[in-house]
């Protein structure tokens, strides 16, 4: 693959979309969108900044001060978000064809796992509108007590590069089905589907100013979101350094609620009496490969019993050549491009530390299609790692697995929870004492027991320690986005 090869772009608009409009940022200035598929411009994107987001959190607190959409029945609503998911799916190719050409992920699970997701999201959400009932509490007769869920009023939310379109739709979903008004800011690295998506729930019903999207850097259009004085709540998905910062920018301004999910470094813990050996082989290595290892919930730990080790990465090492990285426009491809040049420095920094910390390196390591101009690296698998290591501590956000072996379960469980991190784990065994034992010993928001793929919109996903705090997807989500009154009616004459 090279760049002269390359098919002609498709034209983007990289206007932000502020109060039903597409707009140039108020300053007139512009950042470059680079494909990682093979480093060419895609197009010039407007770079927001404080005025920009004033325009758009002004926007959204008018529509919600007059009440065009949370003032509409739940009914209403549902339908237009339905409009919105199925807007989606009609537009799918154009979607994973802009989400694979601007940040690098293959386009057969752009279109396939991405787009299908945030659609069904957007569905399943819109669906709840009209199901999801408040309370009465169990007073004495002499007063009714209501508790209701209240929309918060505007929404910001941040998201990052590695699912787009789903970690948007992870929160602005929620967000909007409970009637507030929502601003979000994507990931500069990958800003171009949020503005689609923003235009086709637009053409869907949802009002102008409802829901706008600035597209800019983080801290020159994320902090003035979320230090707003005006914004109600800020939802973020991305780093555990970021989002120590929004809690702080929470606390510095008007209290906002925030909510945060953020880094991982999970354990896959994989025991002798593992009942289907190949199966956990094949997802420790697919899922630590998937979306070239940028996930949030890779299962980037592989602590295996040392009695079925050698066989173990025997059989590994023989899946990795299916990862080879290639042209994520390819329908075959299954590994493509890292983010951008920022990023793939990063992971191959941290392979450079395997190796100096004295890990011992099985396969990979390098950078790859090189005379593409995009930004790719080899599947990476380290033995001999210590959990004190550089590459078993950090979120490398990249294709590097490192494994590590254990003789003890109660060994085992300690090491997966030294860290500051508590998103997922797995654990393998046939026992099911065993299984549920370390299930509940293990610090983590989900824990897979002889799966890793499992995944559903029904199922809070968030993590504990400094993975975050909240949970996205599932009703609990829609707490998130709520204000919980108590309105007490006084009963003077019960009957
Ligand atoms: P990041 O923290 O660098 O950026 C995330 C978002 O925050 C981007 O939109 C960015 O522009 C913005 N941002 C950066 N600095 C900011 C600031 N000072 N103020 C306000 N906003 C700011 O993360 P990333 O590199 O885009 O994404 C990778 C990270 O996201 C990984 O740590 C990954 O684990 C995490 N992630 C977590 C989940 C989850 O559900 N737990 C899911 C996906 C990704």
């Known amino acids: 693959m090279t760049r002269k090869e390359a098919a ?9 979309l502020i109060n039903g409009q597409r707009v140039s940022a108020l300053s007139g200035h ?53 409009r919105f998911a199925d807007l989606l799916q009609a537009h799918g190719d154009e979607l994973a ?38 309370e009465i509490a169990p007073t004495p007769a002499t007063a009714l007590a209501l508790i209701t869920r209240e929309p918060m009023g505007v929404v910001g939310v941040i998201v990052p590069w590695n699912y787009p379109m789903i970690m948007a739709a992870w929160k602005i979903a929620p967000a909007l089905v409970v009637g507030n008004s929502v601003v979000l800011k994507p990931s500069e690295k990958s800003p171009l589907t949020a503005l689609r998506m923003a235009e086709l729930a637009l053409e869907a019903g949802i009002p102008p100013g409802v829901f706008s999207v600035v ?19 800020i939802a973020f998905t991305g780093s555990t350094r970021v989002g120590k910062q929004i809690h702080v920018m929470a606390g510095q301004s008007n209290i906002k609620r925030a909510w ?27 899922s630590i490969f998937f979306n070239q290892g940028e996930s949030c919930n890779a299962p980037s730990r592989l602590f295996v019993e040392a009695a079925i080790k050698d066989r173990f990465l025997q059989k590994a090492l023989a899946l990795v050549p299916a990862y080879a990285p290639g042209n994520p426009l390819d329908p075959a491809t299954i590994m493509g491009a890292i983010v951008d040049q920022t990023q793939m420095n ?40 210590r959990n004190d290591m550089t590459i078993a501590r950090e979120e490398i956000f990249g294709p590097v ?29 046939r026992d099911i004492n065993k299984a549920h034992g370390v299930a509940r010993a293990l610090r983590a928001g989900t824990v897979h027991v002889n799966q890793y793929d499992e995944d559903d919109i029904t199922v809070p996903f968030g993590g504990f320690k400094q993975s975050g ?20 009616i006084r009963i003077d004459s019960p009957v």
């Not at 597209?215 to 709540?233: F, I, K, N, R």
């Not at 100096?356 to 033995?383: H, I, N, W």
């Not at 705090?469 to 007490?488: F, Q």
């Open 8 to 16: 002609p772009l498709p034209e983007f608009d990289g206007r932000a």
């Open 30 to 82: 512009t950042f470059d969108c680079i494909s990682p598929v093979d480093g060419r411009l895609l197009t010039r994107v407007a770079r927001c900044a404080e005025a920009d987001v004033d325009a758009a959190v002004g926007a959204a607190r008018s529509a919600f001060e007059d009440c065009r959409w949370r003032g509409l029945a739940p009914l209403q609503r549902k339908r237009i978000m339905l």
């Open 97 to 134: 064809l802009t989400e694979t050409l601007d940040m690098g992920k293959p386009i057969k699970y752009a279109r396939a796992l991405d787009v299908n997701s945030a659609a069904n999201c957007i569905r399943w959400y819109g669906e709840a509108a009209d199901k999801v009932y408040d």
């Open 215 to 233: 597209t800019g850097y983080g801290p020159e259009a994320g902090s003035p979101l979320a230090l707003h004085m005006d914004v109600d709540c």
């Open 260 to 286: 945060t999910e953020l880094g991982g470094k999970s354990p896959n813990i994989v025991f002798a009496d593992c009942p289907d050996l190949d199966k956990a082989v094949e997802a420790a290595v697919g």
């Open 346 to 385: 990063s992971v191959l920094r941290h392979i450079e530390c395997g190796h100096k910390e004295g890990a011992r390196l099985l396969c990979g390591g390098e950078q790859a299609l090189r005379e593409s101009g995009g930004f790719y690296v080899q599947p990476t698998v380290f033995d001999g790692v």
């Open 401 to 429: 697995l490192s494994v590590l072996s254990f003789t003890d379960a109660a060994e085992v469980v300690r090491q997966a929870n030294e860290s500051v991190y508590g998103l997922q784990a797995a654990v393998w065994t």
């Open 469 to 488: 705090v909240g949970r996205d997807k599932s009703l609990h989500a829609m707490d998130k986005y709520t204000e919980t009154k108590t309105t007490w």
